[in-house]
């Protein structure tokens, strides 16, 4: 049985940026499913309110701090970096 290990994960997806950072372009779909603010999320996750505007905004964000929001929102820190889910389909 193989187990998920969400290290590993971001480890893979970051090896193929530059920079290290990553996009989460559906951080503001799971932050309004939990109704929360980004302060809100921003405290919930222990990150600044500016990493969670800048993943909104479209641009990358440490690995940790997708670990850390994932976590908050719960969801696998992959699922942040998956395309927003159409909630009009």
Known sequence: MSHWNGTEAIRQMTD???SGEVLVPSLNY????LAL??????????VAKSTVRRGE???PVRPSSVQKLA????VKPWELQQPA???NA
């Open 16 to 18: 193929k940026g530059s």
């Open 30 to 33: 799971y932050r309004r499913r």
């Open 37 to 46: 603010s980004q302060e809100n999320l921003a405290e919930k996750a222990h």
């Open 57 to 59: 905004q479209g641009l």
């Open 71 to 74: 976590r908050a929102l719960h």
């Open 85 to 87: 889910p159409d909630v």
